[in-house]
T-cell receptor
Framework: GAVVSQHPSRVICKSGTSVKIECRSL??????MFWYRQFPKQSLMLMAT?????????EQGVEKDKFLINHASLTLSTLTVTSAHPEDSSFYIC????????????????FGQGTRLTVV | GQQVMQIPQYQHVQEGEDFTTYCNSS?????IQWYKQRPGGHPVFLIQ?????EVKKQKRLTFQFGEAKKNSSLHITATQTTDVGTYFC???????????FGQGTRLTINP
Protein backbone atom coordinates (compact mmCIF):
# COMPACT_ATOMS: atom_id res chain seq x y z
CA GLY A 1 0.00 0.00 0.00
CA ALA A 2 0.87 3.65 -0.17
CA VAL A 3 3.13 5.28 2.42
CA VAL A 4 2.21 8.33 4.44
CA SER A 5 4.85 9.66 6.78
CA GLN A 6 3.97 11.81 9.77
CA HIS A 7 6.51 13.66 11.84
CA PRO A 8 7.19 13.95 14.71
CA SER A 9 5.80 10.80 16.28
CA ARG A 10 5.95 12.28 19.76
CA VAL A 11 6.33 15.81 21.02
CA ILE A 12 6.24 17.41 24.42
CA CYS A 13 5.87 21.16 24.56
CA LYS A 14 5.28 23.85 27.11
CA SER A 15 1.92 25.49 27.45
CA GLY A 16 1.65 28.55 25.26
CA THR A 17 4.05 27.38 22.55
CA SER A 18 3.18 26.22 19.04
CA VAL A 19 3.81 22.82 17.54
CA LYS A 20 3.98 21.90 13.85
CA ILE A 21 3.14 18.41 12.63
CA GLU A 22 4.02 17.32 9.10
CA CYS A 23 2.24 14.79 6.95
CA ARG A 24 3.86 13.60 3.73
CA SER A 25 2.69 11.19 1.09
CA LEU A 26 5.90 9.50 -0.02
CA UNK A 27 4.96 7.59 -3.14
CA UNK A 28 1.85 9.27 -4.45
CA UNK A 29 0.27 12.66 -4.86
CA UNK A 30 -2.46 13.18 -2.31
CA UNK A 31 -5.36 15.11 -3.74
CA UNK A 32 -6.80 15.44 -0.28
CA MET A 33 -5.40 15.10 3.19
CA PHE A 34 -7.36 14.81 6.40
CA TRP A 35 -6.43 15.60 9.96
CA TYR A 36 -7.92 13.64 12.84
CA ARG A 37 -7.73 13.75 16.57
CA GLN A 38 -8.05 10.60 18.62
CA PHE A 39 -8.62 10.48 22.36
CA PRO A 40 -7.58 7.37 24.30
CA LYS A 41 -9.73 4.37 23.48
CA GLN A 42 -11.97 6.43 21.23
CA SER A 43 -12.65 6.77 17.56
CA LEU A 44 -11.14 9.15 15.05
CA MET A 45 -12.57 12.65 15.13
CA LEU A 46 -12.17 14.50 11.84
CA MET A 47 -10.79 17.99 12.40
CA ALA A 48 -10.32 19.31 8.91
CA THR A 49 -9.98 18.50 5.24
CA UNK A 50 -7.01 19.87 3.36
CA UNK A 51 -6.70 20.30 -0.40
CA UNK A 52 -3.52 21.47 -2.08
CA UNK A 53 -3.49 25.15 -2.82
CA UNK A 54 -6.74 25.99 -1.10
CA UNK A 55 -7.92 26.78 2.40
CA UNK A 56 -8.67 23.88 4.66
CA UNK A 57 -12.26 23.05 5.52
CA UNK A 58 -12.77 22.69 9.23
CA GLU A 59 -15.36 20.56 10.97
CA GLN A 60 -17.88 22.19 13.22
CA GLY A 61 -16.41 23.04 16.60
CA VAL A 62 -12.78 23.02 15.47
CA GLU A 63 -11.07 26.38 15.84
CA LYS A 64 -9.29 27.24 12.61
CA ASP A 65 -7.11 29.85 14.31
CA LYS A 66 -6.06 27.28 16.86
CA PHE A 67 -5.30 24.50 14.42
CA LEU A 68 -3.62 26.01 11.37
CA ILE A 69 -3.46 23.78 8.32
CA ASN A 70 -1.28 24.40 5.31
CA HIS A 71 -1.27 22.19 2.23
CA ALA A 72 1.61 23.60 0.23
CA SER A 73 2.01 20.75 -2.24
CA LEU A 74 0.38 17.51 -3.32
CA THR A 75 2.68 15.61 -0.98
CA LEU A 76 2.79 17.77 2.13
CA SER A 77 0.28 19.06 4.63
CA THR A 78 1.10 20.60 7.98
CA LEU A 79 -0.94 21.08 11.12
CA THR A 80 0.20 23.73 13.58
CA VAL A 81 -1.29 23.72 17.05
CA THR A 82 -0.94 27.32 18.15
CA SER A 83 -0.64 28.46 21.75
CA ALA A 84 -0.99 24.89 22.93
CA HIS A 85 -2.64 24.11 26.24
CA PRO A 86 -2.81 20.86 28.22
CA GLU A 87 -6.31 20.16 26.87
CA ASP A 88 -4.76 20.01 23.38
CA SER A 89 -2.80 16.94 24.43
CA SER A 90 -3.93 14.14 22.17
CA PHE A 91 -3.04 11.78 19.35
CA TYR A 92 -3.19 13.57 16.00
CA ILE A 93 -3.30 11.51 12.81
CA CYS A 94 -3.29 12.53 9.19
CA UNK A 95 -4.56 10.53 6.26
CA UNK A 96 -4.19 10.99 2.54
CA UNK A 97 -6.36 10.04 -0.38
CA UNK A 98 -5.27 9.99 -3.98
CA UNK A 99 -4.23 7.80 -6.91
CA UNK A 100 -1.94 5.44 -5.04
CA UNK A 101 0.23 2.60 -6.29
CA UNK A 102 -1.62 -0.65 -5.86
CA UNK A 103 -4.86 1.00 -4.81
CA UNK A 104 -7.94 -0.48 -6.35
CA UNK A 105 -10.41 2.32 -5.80
CA UNK A 106 -8.48 5.51 -5.05
CA UNK A 107 -10.88 6.29 -2.22
CA UNK A 108 -9.25 4.35 0.58
CA UNK A 109 -7.35 6.40 3.12
CA UNK A 110 -3.74 5.83 4.06
CA PHE A 111 -2.78 7.01 7.50
CA GLY A 112 0.37 8.48 8.91
CA GLN A 113 1.87 6.98 12.03
CA GLY A 114 0.30 9.65 14.22
CA THR A 115 1.75 12.26 16.57
CA ARG A 116 1.30 12.04 20.28
CA LEU A 117 1.26 15.59 21.60
CA THR A 118 1.73 16.27 25.29
CA VAL A 119 1.42 19.83 26.51
CA VAL A 120 2.86 20.47 29.96
CA GLY B 1 -26.14 14.23 10.61
CA GLN B 2 -24.81 11.03 9.12
CA GLN B 3 -23.81 8.51 11.77
CA VAL B 4 -22.00 5.22 11.71
CA MET B 5 -22.59 3.02 14.72
CA GLN B 6 -20.47 0.04 15.58
CA ILE B 7 -21.04 -2.72 18.10
CA PRO B 8 -19.80 -4.12 20.35
CA GLN B 9 -17.44 -1.53 21.73
CA TYR B 10 -15.26 -4.18 23.34
CA GLN B 11 -14.87 -7.91 22.81
CA HIS B 12 -12.63 -10.26 24.71
CA VAL B 13 -12.22 -13.80 23.41
CA GLN B 14 -10.12 -16.86 23.97
CA GLU B 15 -7.61 -17.53 21.26
CA GLY B 16 -9.23 -19.77 18.69
CA GLU B 17 -12.73 -18.39 19.20
CA ASP B 18 -14.54 -16.47 16.50
CA PHE B 19 -15.20 -12.73 16.59
CA THR B 20 -17.72 -10.48 14.85
CA THR B 21 -18.18 -6.73 14.79
CA TYR B 22 -21.21 -5.01 13.30
CA CYS B 23 -21.51 -1.64 11.63
CA ASN B 24 -24.70 0.31 10.93
CA SER B 25 -25.08 3.55 9.05
CA SER B 26 -27.92 6.03 9.38
CA UNK B 27 -27.77 6.56 5.62
CA UNK B 28 -27.19 4.43 2.55
CA UNK B 29 -23.49 4.20 1.73
CA UNK B 30 -21.79 4.16 -1.64
CA UNK B 31 -19.13 1.96 -0.07
CA ILE B 32 -17.91 0.83 3.30
CA GLN B 33 -14.31 0.52 4.39
CA TRP B 34 -12.70 -1.38 7.23
CA TYR B 35 -9.56 -0.44 9.09
CA LYS B 36 -7.51 -2.07 11.82
CA GLN B 37 -5.57 -0.14 14.43
CA ARG B 38 -3.10 -2.06 16.54
CA PRO B 39 -2.47 -0.79 20.09
CA GLY B 40 -0.23 2.27 19.84
CA GLY B 41 -0.43 2.24 16.07
CA HIS B 42 -2.32 3.95 13.31
CA PRO B 43 -5.33 2.74 11.30
CA VAL B 44 -4.46 0.48 8.40
CA PHE B 45 -6.82 -0.04 5.50
CA LEU B 46 -8.16 -3.59 5.25
CA ILE B 47 -10.81 -3.62 2.56
CA GLN B 48 -13.56 -1.74 0.76
CA UNK B 49 -16.97 -3.14 -0.14
CA UNK B 50 -19.01 -1.50 -2.86
CA UNK B 51 -21.80 -3.76 -4.05
CA UNK B 52 -25.04 -4.57 -2.28
CA UNK B 53 -24.75 -7.94 -0.57
CA GLU B 54 -21.06 -8.18 -1.31
CA VAL B 55 -18.97 -10.69 0.63
CA LYS B 56 -15.18 -10.66 0.60
CA LYS B 57 -12.67 -12.82 2.37
CA GLN B 58 -9.12 -12.22 3.45
CA LYS B 59 -7.79 -15.45 4.94
CA ARG B 60 -9.67 -15.77 8.25
CA LEU B 61 -11.49 -12.44 7.84
CA THR B 62 -14.90 -12.27 6.15
CA PHE B 63 -16.46 -8.94 5.30
CA GLN B 64 -20.10 -8.43 4.34
CA PHE B 65 -22.02 -5.46 2.99
CA GLY B 66 -25.76 -5.50 3.57
CA GLU B 67 -28.34 -5.62 0.84
CA ALA B 68 -29.54 -2.13 1.70
CA LYS B 69 -25.94 -0.85 1.84
CA LYS B 70 -26.51 0.48 5.33
CA ASN B 71 -24.81 -2.19 7.38
CA SER B 72 -21.71 -4.31 7.32
CA SER B 73 -19.95 -6.91 9.39
CA LEU B 74 -16.46 -8.25 9.91
CA HIS B 75 -16.08 -11.83 11.09
CA ILE B 76 -12.80 -13.37 12.17
CA THR B 77 -12.62 -17.14 12.34
CA ALA B 78 -10.38 -18.80 14.92
CA THR B 79 -8.79 -15.65 16.30
CA GLN B 80 -5.06 -15.42 16.84
CA THR B 81 -3.11 -13.07 19.09
CA THR B 82 -2.07 -11.10 16.02
CA ASP B 83 -5.72 -10.12 15.55
CA VAL B 84 -5.61 -7.91 18.66
CA GLY B 85 -6.52 -4.30 17.93
CA THR B 86 -9.42 -1.98 17.24
CA TYR B 87 -11.45 -2.52 14.10
CA PHE B 88 -13.15 0.49 12.56
CA CYS B 89 -15.70 0.65 9.82
CA UNK B 90 -16.02 3.86 7.84
CA UNK B 91 -18.35 5.20 5.22
CA UNK B 92 -17.98 8.23 2.98
CA UNK B 93 -19.94 11.27 3.99
CA UNK B 94 -22.58 11.95 1.37
CA UNK B 95 -21.21 14.11 -1.42
CA UNK B 96 -17.73 14.26 0.02
CA UNK B 97 -14.49 12.33 0.23
CA UNK B 98 -14.59 12.54 4.00
CA UNK B 99 -14.95 9.30 5.90
CA UNK B 100 -17.29 8.91 8.85
CA PHE B 101 -15.82 6.38 11.26
CA GLY B 102 -17.65 4.08 13.59
CA GLN B 103 -16.63 4.05 17.24
CA GLY B 104 -14.55 0.95 16.69
CA THR B 105 -14.56 -2.46 18.32
CA ARG B 106 -11.61 -3.25 20.50
CA LEU B 107 -10.64 -6.90 20.35
CA THR B 108 -8.52 -8.43 23.05
CA ILE B 109 -7.50 -12.07 23.08
CA ASN B 110 -6.61 -14.42 25.88
CA PRO B 111 -3.82 -16.72 24.63
Amino acid sequence: GAVVSQHPSRVICKSGTSVKIECRSLDFQATTMFWYRQFPKQSLMLMATSNEGSKATYEQGVEKDKFLINHASLTLSTLTVTSAHPEDSSFYICSAVGPTPGALWGTEAFFGQGTRLTVV
Amino acid sequence: GQQVMQIPQYQHVQEGEDFTTYCNSSTTLSNIQWYKQRPGGHPVFLIQLVKSGEVKKQKRLTFQFGEAKKNSSLHITATQTTDVGTYFCAGPRRGAQKLVFGQGTRLTINP
